[in-house]
């Protein structure tokens, strides 16, 4: 359970938190994003103990994370937005090396980092780390973050920077994280991975939370389910008359409607006109339209 009351950070004069609360039940996934400068990656680096507020409280599995963050490090796996690794160590050696500053025995450290590598898909080939492609130093920060089994874990931008086909498998892994019991804060500029990923969503501006919740709670805030209708029409637009207010979309026309007495309406009117109805779908307002509204 993490519960996080008013936290403030202040860089000088400079307020990169702004009493920013919430909680977040175990194993679930929060997805934490906004605009460059929102405040992401301060309040992530304040999750683990990196930083400490300027004021405020976070508690986070019955452990006070201002007063004692050390005592967090051992059930934390942390992932900066940058894999920072020592790339003259092969993978092994290198996930051994972590295994031991937890203090894990030499058998739980290689049958942990087996288990590791085979679920990540990683075959290093007792390669460097230098010598890897991004995609596999990333899966291997991902895997140094989890060598200790730990209960939560901090990620910041996980597939930055990756192809489609790594960064769909990372995706899947951390899905997968949340399947195993552990509770993952999750940040990432990719907002159709967060609406995938995430359980909850909080929603920073300038250091202030300004939305929160699940997806549908998130849709029901910045505005409910639309309808398209898209049509064909006999001959050029500028003939057809129709009281159905209508754009050009792809070789077609697009009509959108609020509800479904307004759907019906529009789909009659349109029919009457002698439009051609192709098909109607429903539209949820995305995460990245919340962003383009939070932003005016």
Same mark, same amino acid.
Do not use: C, W
């Given at each position: 359970?993490?519960?996080?009351?008013?936290?403030?950070? &202040?860089?000088? /004069?400079?307020?990169?938190? +702004?009493?920013?609360?919430? /909680?977040?039940?175990?194993?679930?996934?929060?997805? %934490?994003?906004?605009?460059?400068? =929102?405040?992401? !990656?301060?309040?992530?680096?304040?999750?683990?103990?990196l930083i400490a507020p300027t004021a405020g409280s976070l508690e986070i599995g019955g452990? +006070? %994370? %201002?007063?004692?963050?050390?005592? $967090?490090?051992?059930?934390?796996?942390?992932?900066?937005?940058?894999?920072? $690794?020592?790339?003259?160590?092969?993978?092994d050696a290198y996930l051994a090396f972590f295994g031991e500053i937890y203090g894990l025995p030499k058998a739980a450290i290689r049958a942990r980092r087996d288990d590791l590598l085979a @679920?990540?898909?990683?075959?290093? /080939?007792?390669?460097?780390?230098?010598? $890897?492609?991004?995609?596999?130093?990333?899966?291997?920060?991902? =895997?140094?973050?989890?060598? &200790? +089994?730990?209960g939560l874990l901090i990620y910041d931008e996980p597939t930055s920077g990756l192809d489609p086909m790594t960064?769909? @498998?990372?995706?899947?892994? %951390?899905?997968?994280?949340?399947? /195993?019991?552990? !509770?993952?804060?999750?940040? =990432? &500029?990719n907002l159709f991975q967060v609406e995938e990923v995430c359980d909850l969503v909080l929603i920073l501006r300038r250091g202030k939370v300004v939305a929160g919740g699940t997806i549908s709670?998130?849709?029901?805030?910045?505005?409910?389910? !639309?309808?398209?209708?898209?049509?064909?029409?006999?001959?050029? =637009?500028?003939a057809f008359a129709t009281s159905v207010e209508f754009s050009a979309h792809d070789g077609r026309y697009l009509a959108e409607a609020r509800s479904i007495e307004e759907l019906n309406r529009t789909t009659a009117a349109l029919a009457a006109d002698g439009a051609t109805i192709d098909r109607i779908e429903s539209h949820y307002p995305t995460l990245e339209e919340m962003l383009l509204i939070i932003g005016r």
């Open positions: 359970m993490i519960a996080a009351r008013s936290l403030v950070k &202040h860089y000088g /004069d400079f307020p990169a938190l +702004d009493g920013v609360s919430f /909680d977040l039940d175990d194993a679930r996934i929060l997805g %934490v994003i906004g605009h460059n400068g =929102a405040g992401k !990656t301060t309040l992530l680096k304040i999750m683990a103990g452990v +006070d %994370v %201002v007063r004692r963050p050390l005592d $967090l490090k051992q059930n934390l796996g942390y992932l900066p937005e940058e894999s920072r $690794l020592y790339e003259t160590m092969t993978t @679920s990540l898909a990683l075959e290093p /080939d007792g390669k460097k780390i230098g010598e $890897l492609s991004k995609g596999m130093k990333r899966k291997v920060a991902i =895997a140094r973050s989890l060598m &200790h +089994d730990p960064s769909r @498998s990372v995706i899947e892994y %951390v899905k997968g994280l949340r399947e /195993d019991g552990k !509770t993952v804060i999750f940040s =990432a &500029h709670e998130l849709r029901e805030t910045f505005g409910s389910i !639309t309808y398209q209708v898209f049509f064909r029409i006999p001959g050029p =637009a500028s």
